[in-house]
């Protein structure tokens, strides 16, 4: 190890004594680039700037041996000639270790992505195999619970056994979406989720979603208004299912974290080549900060243990993946959605409105469809609007 740092301590000694001679310190950049690139991890990863204290030291030997061997004059006519040298030579050293450094940087993070990537696909894979695990003796015990009722005379099922049966039925019923809400969130992490592309009616969507949550609006004393927008009764391609799935898990939201007596306000426009759908609420609002983790999964806001339990029920808990599931369906649509809301106060309630952007996608995504819907082709886009599919 010695000779070999002789032998380039000797070699910057010469480009030094060339740059020197030609007046161009250039000639020391091959030696400082061989320098940098022999860097240690052990000096990467300290972080300190080996380089330039080694082009420090240099100096520093140089200007001793030129006071010990040279008179004054001498000395300071080679120090004068010298120090442009080690002044390119620092530059030089500070950028060529910058350099080696920014590139094992960039990839410890690469290495860094790709474990935080293994770790986030095996959670997802552990999710999806729990889920399907989960589903099997659910689905059984669902089963066992019909028949149970079945079998009970009529008479005896008015009474204590039907409350239990009832109660079994709910139990499962919450079950069964959890699952299958781990299941989505599985399928969206590994770019899995598959839509079933069919003409879709917004309204016709939102009408359905007010009466599936209509007797849970009463309930809380909760008004709802759905406004009839522009674009709202076009025909659009996409998948009815997980549409109506988003919608519902933004409205459901929204009637959670909004008091009973509150108001939630369904609109929209029509935008070039997409359709806005927003969905606003007198609720508690949201934080600026968390306005885009809301969407990450498992995010959940203030102290879980505080939450009621319950789908509907004002701050009811929940997993923390409807929005999560919601995102990956608008986003499987090519769309977007974002929350907006002036912060979080239970007091005041300032509200939150979320934002479902869809594209207008008025074609059959791909030719199979083309060819099922291609009667829908040939007719004007005024018929298209009443066009008789029985579908949302
Ligand atoms: P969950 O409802 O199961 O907790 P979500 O993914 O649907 O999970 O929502 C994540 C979090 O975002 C909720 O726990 C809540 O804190 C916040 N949030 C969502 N919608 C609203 C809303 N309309 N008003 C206030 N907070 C909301």
Same mark, same amino acid.
């Given at each position: 190890?010695?000779?070999?740092?002789?032998?380039?301590?000797?070699?910057?000694?010469?480009?030094?004594?060339?740059?020197?001679?030609?007046?161009?310190?250039?000639?020391?950049?091959?030696?400082?680039?061989?320098?940098?690139?022999?860097?240690?991890?052990?000096?990467?990863?300290?972080?300190?700037?080996?380089?330039?204290?080694?082009?420090?030291?240099?100096?520093?030997?140089?200007?001793?041996?030129?006071?010990?061997?040279?008179?004054?004059?001498?000395?300071?006519?080679?120090?004068?000639?010298?120090?442009?040298?080690?002044?390119?030579?620092?530059?030089?050293?500070?950028?060529? @270790?910058?350099?080696?450094?920014?590139?094992?940087?960039?990839?410890?993070?690469?290495?860094?992505?790709?474990?935080?990537?293994?770790?986030?696909?095996?959670?997802?894979?552990?999710?999806?195999?729990?889920?399907?695990?989960?589903?099997?003796?659910?689905?059984?015990?669902?089963?066992?619970?019909?028949?149970?009722?079945?079998?009970?005379?009529? @008479?005896?099922?008015?009474?204590?056994?039907?409350?239990?049966?009832?109660?079994?039925?709910?139990?499962?019923?919450?079950?069964?979406?959890?699952?299958?809400?781990?299941?989505?969130?599985?399928?969206?992490?590994?770019?899995?989720?598959?839509?079933?592309?069919?003409?879709?009616?917004?309204?016709?969507?939102?009408?359905?979603?007010?009466?599936?949550?209509?007797?849970?609006?009463?309930?809380?004393?909760?008004?709802?208004?759905?406004?009839?927008?522009?674009? &709202?009764?076009?025909?659009?391609?996409?998948?009815?299912?997980?549409?109506?799935?988003?919608?519902?898990?933004?409205?459901?939201?929204?009637?959670?974290?909004?008091?009973?007596?509150?108001?939630?306000?369904?609109?929209?426009?029509?935008?070039?080549?997409?359709?806005?759908?927003?969905?606003?609420?007198?609720?508690?609002?949201?934080?600026?900060?968390?306005?885009?983790?809301?969407?990450?999964?498992?995010?959940?806001?203030?102290?879980? &243990?505080?939450?009621?339990?319950?789908?509907?029920?004002?701050?009811?808990?929940?997993?923390?993946?409807?929005?999560?599931?919601?995102?990956?369906?608008?986003?499987?649509?090519?769309?977007?959605?974002?929350?907006?809301?002036?912060?979080?106060? @239970?007091?005041?309630?300032?509200?939150?409105?979320?934002?479902?952007?869809?594209?207008?996608?008025?074609?059959?995504?791909?030719?199979?469809?083309?060819?099922?819907?291609?009667?829908?082709?040939?007719?004007?886009?005024?018929?298209?609007?009443?066009?008789?599919?029985?579908?949302?």
């Amino acid at each position: 190890m010695r000779e070999g740092l002789r032998n380039q301590l000797d070699q910057f000694f010469n480009l030094l004594e060339e740059a020197v001679e030609t007046g161009d310190p250039a000639w020391l950049d091959s030696v400082i680039e061989i320098w940098a690139t022999s860097l240690t991890q052990t000096d990467l990863e300290g972080g300190t700037s080996n380089l330039t204290r080694l082009m420090g030291e240099l100096m520093v030997h140089t200007h001793e041996v030129c006071r010990e061997t040279l008179d004054e004059a001498q000395g300071q006519t080679l120090m004068g000639a010298l120090l442009p040298c080690f002044s390119h030579a620092f530059e030089k050293a500070a950028q060529a @270790e910058n350099q080696v450094k920014m590139a094992f940087l960039s990839n410890e993070l690469a290495d860094v992505r790709q474990s935080l990537e293994k770790l986030d696909r095996s959670k997802s894979d552990f999710i999806s195999v729990a889920a399907h695990e989960l589903r099997t003796p659910l689905t059984l015990i669902e089963g066992y619970a019909a028949m149970l009722e079945e079998s009970l005379e009529q @008479e005896a099922a008015k009474g204590t056994e039907a409350q239990l049966i009832r109660g079994i039925h709910h139990g499962t019923r919450r079950l069964h979406s959890i699952i299958d809400d781990m299941i989505d969130v599985s399928l969206i992490d590994n770019n899995m989720l598959t839509l079933n592309h069919q003409p879709v009616w917004v309204n016709r969507l939102l009408a359905v979603l007010s009466e599936e949550v209509r007797s849970t609006l009463s309930d809380r004393n909760l008004s709802l208004n759905l406004a009839d927008f522009e674009g &709202s009764n076009e025909m659009i391609f996409g998948d009815p299912e997980r549409l109506l799935q988003l919608l519902r898990n933004v409205l459901t939201n929204a009637i959670k974290f909004t008091p009973d007596g509150g108001q939630i306000w369904i609109d929209g426009r029509k935008l070039p080549g997409f359709l806005e759908i927003t969905i606003h609420d007198s609720g508690i609002g949201i934080d600026q900060e968390d306005q885009s983790t809301i969407f990450d999964k498992f995010s959940r806001l203030g102290d879980p &243990s505080l939450h009621s339990s319950g789908k509907t029920k004002f701050k009811g808990g929940g997993p923390g993946l409807g929005l999560h599931i919601a995102k990956g369906i608008v986003e499987a649509h090519n769309g977007a959605i974002w929350v907006d809301s002036p912060g979080y106060d @239970e007091k005041k309630f300032p509200g939150s409105t979320f934002h479902i952007l869809l594209p207008i996608q008025q074609e059959p995504p791909d030719e199979k469809m083309a060819r099922i819907f291609s009667s829908l082709h040939t007719t004007s886009s005024s018929e298209r609007k009443t066009q008789p599919y029985e579908t949302f």
